[in-house]
């Protein structure tokens, strides 16, 4: 059974950071491509950030400067690392798997979560003023 378990949600006020986990089980982790997604309360769910087996990485333009992506392939795991957290920033976070890079790319940019093979079910994250 394929797995993707998000961690490191929490409450934390404006301008603090949180480092968030996606770690997958039951697939062949090296051969997904692997895409963050939030959403906020009352608002349809967009794209995050997305990184490949072999590294490449994409941060939707709102985020960049303050969202990295990484990856550690021998732990199975996807990290996002977001600083200077803004009230706006309040969502739910999910992660999720797909085969090939302009499938995840595409998934991101368009906020289409539905699109990917397997999709967590998510860590909740909420940043107060």
């Known amino acids: 059974e394929v797995q993707l378990v998000e961690s490191g949600g929490g409450s934390v006020q404006a301008g603090e950071s949180l480092k968030l986990s996606c770690a997958a089980s039951?697939?062949?982790?090296?051969?997904?491509?692997i895409g963050w997604f939030r959403q906020a309360p009352g608002k349809e769910r967009e794209g995050v950030a997305c990184?490949?087996?072999?590294?490449?990485?994409y941060v939707v333009d709102s985020l960049k400067g303050r969202f990295t992506i990484s990856r550690d392939n021998a732990k199975n795991t996807v990290y996002l690392e977001m600083n200077n957290l803004k009230p706006e920033d309040t969502a739910v976070y999910y992660c999720a798997a797909t085969r090939g890079w302009a499938e995840v790319t595409h998934a991101v940019r368009e906020g289409d979560y539905y699109a990917m093979d397997y999709r967590g079910k998510g860590t909740l994250v909420t940043v107060s003023s």
């Open positions: 990184i490949s087996s072999s590294l490449s990485e």
């Open positions: 039951g697939l062949t982790y090296v051969a997904y491509s």
